[in-house]
């Protein structure tokens, strides 16, 4: 018998469904770029920050600046390649998936100051399309520089084991806890699945998943789940396969089974590029779709 609290659940799919599309965003890729294979991330995304739709229309580009990553004396070689590789293969995650995560202003200034004068030197001029003024400020935005970004073996997910290798983007300045800080959790009260709920809420995704597992991240919560459908989205498309869905505290709510298939209704953090699962997300397992 359906309930009054979850009658809905059927019409609510239905319509959600007829919102699926093509999630449209662009997924990561391994990096094939000759110059760029040695950075701390080996996954990237086009189009590029320079708007080349391949990386081998990429690579052709970033080869006029190889003469001078070389330059003997040196300008700064790992700072200027950094700089370089950022622009010509961004690092892809799908934590940030709303657009390619750019460099910081002081990486892109840093490069600048130290190789301009050779760049003068030979009568040319600091590129255009490399200019440092439009490049976001570490304090206002989300970008990346090489104390920054921390290579390491992700610690396991809870019902599954870790993956590959990652690059994790953390707070500037900011040295890596060595473990989760400890929280007092109130009682998870899961918000009911009601039509009622659904009104007042304006949520930005809805997604049908399975979960895979989740893991404690300084003082958040990441819990990973295969994207098996995308029913709606805001700024944030969602492909296909794996995705981080972040709860800002170590308290797990709402509470949700490894290999459980759900449909989850919530917000996304578009300045961070993140999906949300926060207490007021809604959650229902598929199967109460299924057979009601």
């Not at 599309?21 to 950075?39: F, H, N, S």
């Not at 983007?169 to 109130?186: D, L, V, W, Y």
């Not at 399975?210 to 969602?238: D, F, M, P, Y």
Request: aromatic share 8%; glycine share 6%.
């Amino acid at each position: 018998m359906a309930g009054k609290a979850v009658w809905f659940l059927p019409l609510l799919a239905a319509g959600l469904a007829l919102l699926a599309r093509d999630a449209g965003a662009a997924l990561c890729e391994p990096i094939t770029i000759p110059m760029c294979k040695k950075m701390p991330w080996n996954m990237t995304r086009m189009p590029n920050l320079l708007h080349h739709s391949t990386q081998e229309n990429a690579k052709l580009a970033i080869e006029q600046y190889e003469s001078l990553v070389n330059f003997k004396p040196s300008c700064s070689p790992d700072l200027l390649l950094f700089f370089l590789c950022s622009m010509y293969a961004p690092i892809c995650t799908l934590d940030f998936i709303q657009e390619p995560i750019r460099p910081c202003k002081k990486v892109c200034e840093g490069a600048r100051a130290a190789c301009e004068p050779v760049v003068l030197a030979y009568n040319h001029t600091w590129p255009d399309h490399l200019k440092c003024d439009d490049l976001p400020v570490y304090e206002l935005g989300v970008c990346i520089s090489p104390d920054a970004i921390v290579t390491e073996e992700p610690p396991e997910l809870s019902g599954g084991s870790a993956s590959t290798e990652s690059a994790e983007i953390r707070e500037h300045g900011k040295p890596r806890e060595n473990g989760p800080r400890k929280q007092r959790c109130p009682k998870c009260k899961r918000l009911k699945a009601s039509y009622k709920n659904y009104g007042k809420k304006t949520y930005h995704y809805a997604l049908r998943v399975q979960v895979k597992g989740t893991e404690t991240r300084g003082s958040e919560l990441a819990t990973t789940v295969n994207v098996l459908e995308e029913w709606k989205h805001h700024a944030i498309s969602v492909p296909k396969g794996e995705v981080q869905l972040w709860t800002n505290s170590t308290c797990r709510c709402p509470r949700l089974k490894v290999n459980q298939e759900y449909v989850i209704m919530g917000y996304e953090d578009s300045t961070n590029g993140r999906l949300l699962l926060l207490p007021d997300t809604m959650v229902t397992n598929y199967s109460n779709i299924l057979y009601l």
